[in-house]
């Protein structure tokens, strides 16, 4: 009669919780995420990323991720952003505005689709499960953080200019 049917006593093991289900750690969400990378561009984004890793309990990697935007993406994103806005002055400088935007944009565009493929699944699990999300004060506190970091990085490139030609 119970043919087919094998049952299998399994010893009680310690109860999982998905980490991204831990409401004991907000996250940034992915509206937020993508409004502080039009506010301060893609390092907002990318940094905030980096501490949903750090709630997810990924520490390294998070760590990781943050010295890299600092590093390497936020003088980058400096370069980039100060090369357009003096090619865009120089050629037609009504459409600097617009050039700038678009920029932006873009940047948007691409940090929300990386936040989504690396973290679409638990921030849906979250908003599923109805769990708290990081405030927007602690995001504008971020974004503030980050314009003073481009902004750092713009005095050093200066006065990097300004050794290097001796003006």
């Known amino acids: 009669m119970d043919e087919g049917i094998y049952t299998r006593a399994v010893a009680p093991t310690a109860s999982f919780r998905d980490p991204a289900l831990d409401p004991q750690r907000p996250w940034f969400n992915l509206g937020t995420i993508i409004v502080a990378t039009v506010l301060a561009t ?72 990386l936040a989504y493929c690396l973290q679409g699944k638990e921030l849906n699990a979250r908003y599923r499960a109805k769990l708290p999300m990081r405030s927007w004060l602690v995001s504008a506190g971020l974004i503030a953080g980050v314009w003073v970091t481009l902004v750092l990085w713009l005095v050093l490139f200066a006065l990097g200019s300004h050794v290097i030609t001796g003006r």
């Open 42 to 113: 893609s390092v907002a984004g990318l940094l905030m990323i980096a501490l949903n890793y750090a709630a997810h309990g990924r520490k390294r990697l998070s760590w990781v991720l943050r010295i890299a935007v600092f590093a390497l993406v936020a003088p980058a994103v400096v370069v980039l952003s100060y090369a357009l806005l003096l090619l865009s002055y120089n050629h037609d400088s009504r459409f600097a505005w617009m050039d700038m935007t678009i920029s932006t944009l873009i940047q948007a565009m691409v940090v929300g689709a």
